[in-house]
């Protein structure tokens, strides 16, 4: 019995191999996804660091000359040139010194569309620029009139962070895990459908359950097969991240962002009941399907429940009973891991507990349907 489901499964990944177009589709993901999620990084980091000069339209600039001396000490100028500056006005009011020197409210109006996201940064950028000053003249103000500037702020909070650069980097990698854990899904997913809805169309179905094997050893073989490419892809995406999360500068963040050997062992553990689930419930889906079009249709939106429960997860908008369910559970025990902290054993156990259930009972469907002879034939 051993050697007939060894011999299986050597057959399942031999079929794979040979297809390497479409074992390579599903390696895409595990190793351009770190690669492109980093370099959005940089970018981000760069922009965050050193942020580039700010041309707006500012009218009657010459009415206010300490405020626009305050801005341009902030990087944010007028310009004259259409090309360089953003669609953001800033109008000083004509009675603009009056007011200040009469020490009442001086108006200052800001136009901009509020809806173009590409504005959204810029304009905070200029709201907080004003506000701070804003704030210091307030303070100047009342040291004038011999006030303490401290009489009108009655509550002092001091922000006492003990968040360390591991668990502050946790918070990137977070997002990091979402697509390890969703390459599981995405790496076998093209054997599945092959190995299923593929042998189906090509006959070859039919002709192995004639073979003297029993179709819990063939339904077994399908999900160890596409077990070991959904592991392969996982292991792959983990050894690509560990390299290129080292090129990005975080430490001009605070914190650093690491993928250390204990997390890589612990992801390939805690990954392995996800990628069980996940070519037993591809299988199952693929099965279904009349077709090899038709299958991966089904599966594009399958794995909508997954990527949910995963993206639930990494940012933290789940509710306290997905602690518990496949996928999301695992997800959140790898963060804790990942911050430093101690991995909540007891829900970890329970999660890959019903992720092995749900594999058990998908496995026992698919053999169910392998016994029709609609099924086989794709009738």
């Known amino acids: 019995m051993n050697s007939r489901f060894v011999s299986l499964v050597r057959k399942e990944l031999l079929d794979a191999v040979r297809d390497k177009r479409s074992v390579m589709a599903g390696l895409y993901y595990a190793v351009f996804t770190p690669l492109i999620m980093c370099g959005l990084f940089m970018v981000l980091i760069t922009q965050m660091s050193s942020p580039d000069d700010l041309k707006i339209t500012i009218v009657n600039s010459e009415g206010a000359p300490d405020?626009?001396?305050h801005l341009n000490n902030n990087g944010i100028s007028h310009s004259?040139?259409?090309?360089?500056?953003?669609?953001i006005s800033l109008i000083i009011s004509d009675d603009y010194a009056t007011q200040m020197l009469a020490a009442k409210p001086a108006e200052v109006a800001l136009q901009a569309d509020s809806s173009n996201e590409k504005l959204a940064d810029s304009i905070r950028r200029v709201s907080r620029s004003i506000e701070r000053y804003s704030s210091e003249m307030a303070a100047l103000r009342l040291i004038i009139r011999g006030i303490n500037p401290s009489v009108v702020q009655p509550i002092k909070l001091n922000k006492q962070d003990q968040a360390t650069r591991d668990s502050k980097g946790g918070m990137i990698l977070g997002i990091a895990i979402f697509t390890m854990i969703y390459s599981v899904f995405i790496s076998g997913m093209n054997l599945a459908i092959d190995t299923s809805a593929g042998e189906r169309e090509r006959n070859s179905l039919a002709l192995l359950l004639s073979h003297p094997i029993?179709?819990?050893?063939l339904v077994l073989s399908k999900i160890t097969a596409v077990s070991i490419f959904a592991m392969l892809g996982l292991l792959l995406i983990l050894l690509v991240s560990k390299v290129a999360y080292m090129l990005v500068p975080w430490q001009e963040l605070g914190f650093s962002v690491g993928i250390s050997s204990t997390f890589i062992i612990a992801m390939l553990i805690i990954g392995l009941p996800v990628a069980v689930m996940a070519s037993a419930l591809q299988l199952f889906v693929s099965f279904m399907a009349k077709t090899f079009k038709?299958?991966?249709?089904?599966?594009?939106?399958?794995?909508f429940v997954p990527l949910a429960l995963s993206m639930a997860a990494s940012y933290n908008i789940a509710p306290d009973q997905l602690r518990w369910a496949p996928v999301s559970g695992q997800q959140q025990a790898l963060m804790e891991l990942i911050k430093g902290k101690e991995i909540p054993l007891l829900q970890l156990l329970v999660s890959c507990g019903f992720t092995l259930l749900i594999s058990i009972a998908l496995a026992l469907g698919i053999e169910r349907m392998l016994k029709s002879e609609k099924v086989v034939f794709g009738l």
């Open 214 to 217: 029993s179709v819990r050893q």
């Open 294 to 303: 038709e299958a991966q249709s089904y599966l594009t939106i399958v794995l």
């Open 80 to 87: 004259d040139d259409a090309s360089q500056r953003k669609k």
């Open 67 to 69: 405020l626009i001396r």
